[in-house]
């Protein structure tokens, strides 16, 4: 069974920092981008960050352009977004999707296996 498990979403101050976790299961991430993308209330989803399957290209919104990083570790087939100096514009579900790929994207078009989403809430 294909699943893609997001998980570290939580409340967290202005300024504070979080670690969101996909974790991976039923099949490989070898083959797979990987792209994280967030929903706030009222919004259309965003793209927010993506990795190709080696790890060697990365694409960030311009938003989170120094704040947001992005990583993957195929052994553990998970892929991990840090957040750092969070701001509350950046509250939202955030959901993590996976497509075979040489490359990535952070359109959502081509994405074909979503998780549930973790929700982050920036808020003092």
């Known amino acids: 069974q294909v699943q893609l498990v997001e998980s570290g979403g939580g409340l967290v101050q202005p300024g504070g920092s979080l670690r969101l976790s996909c974790a991976v299961s039923g099949f490989s991430l070898d083959d797979y981008a990987i792209g994280w993308f967030r929903q706030a209330p009222g919004k259309e989803r965003q793209g927010v960050s993506c990795i190709d399957r080696t790890g060697d290209e990365t694409h960030v919104r311009n938003s989170v352009q120094d704040r947001f990083i992005i990583s993957r570790d195929n052994a553990k087939n998970t892929v991990y977004l840090q957040m750092n100096s969070l701001k509350p514009e950046d509250t939202g579900i955030y959901y993590c999707?996976?497509?075979?790929?040489?490359?990535?994207?952070?359109?959502?078009?081509?994405?074909?296996?979503w998780g549930q989403g973790t929700r982050v809430t920036v808020s003092s």
């Open positions: 999707a996976a497509y075979r790929a040489q490359g990535c994207t952070i359109l959502p078009g081509p994405y074909n296996k």
